[in-house]
């Protein structure tokens, strides 16, 4: 009996003093900047957006950081984003693609920049440095260097230009 309780005692107090050790706290400062620091970020994307029921574009990325604290709370596209546009039929509008994106999801406006190419949906291709997506005002522009190749047409080339949505009503600056 005695080597039985003896037993119990070895095994039961390192327990008995573990618990009564003093309190620690594991909690770190942290400076958290939202304008740097991504609240939401995830790799390898490809999402269907909707409008009143319908899907209306479909995003391809393979990053995808989102900064809904920031001042202005934006997505931020540092790799590749492939977009296309849907009319009600599903067929495609537009495509545009770029290698780094900004989404400033209050002004509803697209910031696209780095080998920014586009296809419209008569064969028309444009390319750019920069190109920005206001989708309330229905307007796609650019203030630097575009080139618009025409299927069957003359290449056109002109610094900055504006469209409707679809990019097939055009102007240049």
Same mark, same amino acid.
């Given at each position: !009996?005695?080597?039985?309780?003896?037993?119990?005692?070895?095994?039961?107090?390192?327990?008995?003093?573990?618990?009564?050790?003093?309190?620690?706290?594991?909690?770190?400062?942290?400076?958290?900047?939202?304008?740097?620091?991504?609240?939401?970020? @995830?790799?390898?994307?490809?999402?269907?957006?909707?409008?009143?029921?319908?899907?209306?574009?479909?995003?391809?990325? %393979?990053?995808?950081?989102?900064?809904?604290?920031?001042?202005?709370?934006?997505?931020?596209?540092?790799? %590749?984003?492939?977009?296309?546009?849907?009319?009600?039929?599903?067929?495609? !509008?537009?495509?545009?693609?770029?290698? @780094?994106?900004?989404?400033?999801?209050?002004?509803?406006?697209?910031?696209?920049?780095?080998?920014?190419?586009?296809?419209? !949906?008569?064969? %028309?291709?444009?390319?750019?440095?920069?190109?920005?997506?206001?989708?309330?005002?229905?307007?796609?522009?650019? %203030?630097?260097?575009?080139?618009?190749?025409?299927?069957?047409?003359?290449?056109?080339?002109?610094?900055?230009?504006?469209?409707?949505?679809?990019?097939?009503?055009?102007?240049?600056?």
């Amino acid at each position: !009996v005695i080597i039985w309780v003896m037993v119990i005692l070895v095994f039961t107090m390192p327990f008995f003093f573990a618990s009564c050790g003093q309190e620690r706290n594991n909690t770190i400062d942290l400076v958290f900047d939202p304008e740097t620091v991504p609240t939401m970020a @995830t790799d390898s994307v490809t999402m269907m957006i909707s409008d009143s029921g319908l899907i209306r574009y479909k995003v391809i990325t %393979e990053r995808w950081e989102m900064y809904q604290q920031a001042k202005e709370p934006f997505s931020f596209f540092p790799k %590749e984003v492939f977009l296309e546009q849907f009319d009600t039929t599903f067929a495609v !509008v537009f495509t545009i693609r770029a290698d @780094t994106a900004w989404n400033f999801e209050k002004k509803k406006l697209w910031r696209l920049k780095g080998k920014v190419f586009a296809r419209n !949906v008569i064969g %028309e291709t444009f390319s750019s440095d920069e190109v920005f997506w206001d989708q309330q005002k229905q307007q796609i522009y650019s %203030e630097v260097l575009v080139k618009i190749d025409r299927p069957g047409k003359a290449l056109l080339i002109a610094e900055g230009f504006t469209s409707d949505q679809t990019m097939t009503d055009y102007r240049f600056r």
